[in-house]
């Protein structure tokens, strides 16, 4: 994505990995929650709406 010009060159990836993973380890580990199917999309939209992004379609289910 920083190579096709849609997030800014500065752009911590190593930080965005951290921001995505981090919650599954979290639940794994520290609080025993289920990972609902729903985690996914949710962080993947958080990602898009802190750079601008747009995402395709409105939920997993809309993929089916």
Do not use: C, N, Q
């Amino acid at each position: 994505m920083v190579e096709l010009g849609r997030l800014p060159k500065d752009t911590d990836l190593e930080l965005e990995l951290e921001l995505m993973t981090s919650p599954y380890f979290y639940r794994i580990l520290v609080s025993g929650h289920d990972i609902d199917p729903d985690l996914a999309d949710h962080l993947v939209r958080s990602f898009a709406a802190r750079h601008g992004l747009d995402v395709l379609p409105a939920s997993a289910d809309d993929l089916r």
